[in-house]
């Protein structure tokens, strides 16, 4: 079982940044692929990253590309999505997902332990 606390959303104008974290915690918690998705108001789980057990496989979706990063540090059991040049459209609730599979996975159902999310408003 692992256990996925996000922080670090916020309401930012546009252009700024946020940074969120999400800490896993349980048995064997760096040994998991990680994820971010994130979910507006009447939409899918959308994949935002992933990032591989080791920090050296990331993956992005294009809607994030060049402006978002994300990382791990395995010591502290924690992953971060650092998120620049923000747009109204980043505009959802932002979740962590862990997933056993070795290939990361872009599909929220092959995660198998999410986060209770937080919160992102960008505006105009």
């Known amino acids: 079982q692992v256990r996925l606390v996000e922080s670090g959303g916020g309401l930012v104008q546009a252009g700024d940044s946020l940074r969120l974290s999400c800490t896993a915690s349980?048995?064997?918690?760096?040994?998991?692929?990680m994820g971010w998705f994130r979910q507006a108001p009447g939409k899918e789980h959308e994949f935002v990253a992933a990032?591989?057990?080791?920090?050296?496989?990331?993956d992005y979706a294009d809607s994030g590309k060049g402006r978002f990063t994300m990382s791990r540090d395995n010591a502290k059991n924690t992953v971060y999505l650092e998120m620049n040049s923000l747009k109204p459209e980043d505009t959802a609730v932002y979740y962590c997902a862990a997933t056993r599979r070795v290939v990361l996975p872009t599909t929220p159902d092959q995660y198998d332990y999410w986060g209770q999310g937080t919160q992102v408003t960008v505006s105009s």
């Open positions: 990032i591989g057990r080791s920090g050296g496989e990331i």
């Open positions: 349980g048995r064997a918690a760096s040994s998991y692929g």
